[in-house]
């Protein structure tokens, strides 16, 4: 292929994701109409992650006023928060629900999206940037769970490094050192301590926060601009006004989900559902208390990797990943009912591991509960 | 000085019989009773129990601290104002209503202590009595460690005002926005058919 025709492929590539044409506030608002069908309402989906996202960012503004990222004080400045601090309870406790609400949110979104077939032409922009925006909530869920520094964020965060180290024993020759590169990189220390927090720290509240930005700011310009997909095979649906019908109902949407997550924040402490010497500050003289295990955003990943081989889970892992990013190239031809066969058979899998992860790990260990 | 000597004495004396006379059995009956994983924390100021010299444990203590501790060793009658440097609160008041004796006999029978610790103390406000979470396996001076679903019953009761209020707000503020842009829409749709008038 010529130097030429490569050019002018990605020129017509580029062109047709960023129709110039459209860049107007008639196309991208008054006159934009969203589909109305069966599968409408994962429409507010995306809308509803990027509420959450909101609220994180807001509850998390407010706990860096108090919050200390040292392994000496990390943990009373939690405590001092939750138990001092006006309204810091609340808070803490909106910043946690709400993060699990955003990452629910997120594989919800993904699935849809995906069972609709919207990553097909020209939205591959906006699949690809929604796919890594999707692993970037799952760094801020790994980063933001070491900051309490209590037991339970400490030995699961020197769980979740050990396994990246564990990936070295199935390259060969020189590569094979260099996920301990990576993990001693995150790490920052022989063993996770200070310099472990302080990066955690950083990436949690800084580069995290700006990639997500920079990502999100060409995800929703690419759904602006570009609108929904039909998302079903029926010729023929009706439509609604973007501005203001499906604005209003998108906004109502939030205020439930604000309510909800209010009532949670209000009434049920998320640490409710861990035993409280998991939330005692890390003792690194200590022993590991039983228990330990990550949030439950991770079990998909976790119970796989406690009951299969190690390099069945990471294969894995990896073609998911590369198969999720790659969709919009591999599955140009699959029908939405194929999709949505694989949507469904994924939902199946995460919410079976998430919900019975654990009964099925003492059926098949044979451990007493 | 003589008091402080005594206290010191008697102290040392019941720290040889200390694992003797240890509590394990209790941290194993609410393990088993609960199926939760619990550890010293629940009766005592450190988590790792009395014996150590860090904070909260004897050979860490003062001879203050030493002399409280004393005095607390010797409440074996219910009743005492006890006030112990290696016990928290719940520790002092299962001292307090039961008796360094009783705690010692019921150690053949440790589900007996929810009896007699009875169901009116509620050291953290959470709602759930301290003999409940003690049963449970949830932490009686933690408001945020009990089973979900009452700690969720008995917030929604005592925050029920907010509740309200909060609900008001944000349907108030939904019905402001929504007319608001209902507003905008209606007048772009007058400007445009006022161009289209005009155009033609």
Redesign the interface.
């Known amino acids: 292929m010529k130097l030429e025709e490569i050019a002018g492929r990605t020129f017509e590539f580029a062109r047709e994701r960023f129709p110039v044409a459209k860049l107007n506030a008639e196309s991208m608002l ?1 006159k934009k109409v969203v589909p109305v069908h069966r599968m409408s309402w994962a429409y507010y989906l995306g809308g509803l992650a990027l509420f959450f996202f909101l609220v994180q960012v807001v509850t998390g503004l407010m706990l860096l006023f108090y919050y200390q990222p040292t392994v000496s004080d990390a943990h009373a400045s939690v405590e001092y928060i ?1 138990q001092h601090v006006s309204g810091g ?1 609340l808070v803490r406790n909106l910043h946690a629900w709400s993060s699990s609400a955003m990452i629910l949110t997120v594989i919800v979104h993904v699935l849809t999206t995906f069972a609709m077939k919207a990553f097909a032409k020209p939205r591959e922009i906006t699949w690809v940037t929604g796919v890594f925006l999707a692993m970037l909530v799952f760094g801020f869920g790994f980063t933001g769970y070491l900051l309490p520094w209590n037991q339970i964020a400490v030995n699961a965060t020197k769980v979740g490094l050990q396994s990246i180290e564990a990936v070295g024993q199935y390259l060969p020759g020189e590569m094979a050192t260099w996920p301990t590169f990576v993990r001693e990189t995150i790490q920052g220390e022989a063993a996770v301590g200070q310099a472990t927090l302080s990066r955690f720290y950083a990436l949690h509240v800084i580069l995290l926060p700006f990639l997500v930005a920079g990502l999100l700011g060409v995800h929703l310009f690419q759904v602006q601009i570009h609108g929904m997909s039909c998302g079903v095979d029926v010729e023929r649906v009706g439509t609604e ?1 973007f ?2 019908f499906f ?2 109902k998108d ?2 949407v939030w ?1 439930v989900a ?2 909800v997550l ?2 949670l924040g ?4 998320f ?3 861990f ?6 500050p890390y ?1 690194p003289l ?1 022993s590991t ?3 330990i295990k990550p949030e439950w955003y991770f079990f998909f990943v976790y119970y796989p990797l406690e009951l299969l081989p190690y390099w069945a889970v990471m294969l894995g892992m990896t073609a998911g990943t590369l198969g999720l990013l790659l969709s919009p190239w591999i599955l140009q031809n699959a029908s939405r009912r194929t999709l949505r066969a694989i949507a469904i058979a994924a939902a199946t899998y995460l919410v079976v591991i998430t919900l019975f992860g654990q009964s099925i790990y003492e059926v098949l260990k044979g451990v007493s ?1 | 000085m003589n008091r402080l000597a005594a206290a010191v004495w008697l102290s040392a004396l019941l720290a040889v019989d200390a694992r003797a006379a240890a509590h394990g059995v209790y941290q194993e009956f609410v393990r088993k009773s609960s ?5 010293c ?2 009766c005592h100021t450190h ?2 129990g009395p014996e150590g010299t860090a904070a909260g444990q004897i050979g860490g203590l003062s001879s203050e601290e030493l002399s409280r501790l004393g005095r607390a060793r010797s409440a074996f009658e219910p009743g005492a104002n006890v006030d112990s440097p290696i016990l928290n609160d719940f520790g002092d008041l299962i001292l307090q209503r039961v008796g360094k004796k009783r705690v010692l006999e019921l150690r053949s029978a440790p589900g007996r202590l929810v009896e007699e610790l009875g169901v009116a103390s509620d050291l953290d406000a959470d709602g759930l009595s301290d003999a409940r979470e003690y049963l449970e ?3 009686p001076l ?7 679903w009452s ?2 019953c008995h ?2 009761k005592r ?1 029920w005002f ?2 309200v209020m ?2 008001a707000a ?2 108030i ?2 019905y402001g ?2 007319n608001l ?2 507003g ?2 209606v007048r ?1 749709r007058a400007k ?1 058919s006022a161009e289209e008038g005009a155009g033609s």
């Open positions: 008054t939750t309870a006004k501005f203001p604005v209003i906004l109502s205020g604000f309510l209010f009532v209000l009434c049920l402490p640490e409710s559902f035993a409280y010497p998991l939330m005692e003792d200590g208390p039983e228990g509960p | 199926g939760r994983p619990v550890d924390a629940m988590s790792n396996g949830t932490h933690i408001a945020s460690d009990g089973d979900p700690l969720f917030s929604v925050e907010r509740l909060i609900t944000t349907l503020t939904l926005l929504s842009l209902r905008f829409a772009v445009e």
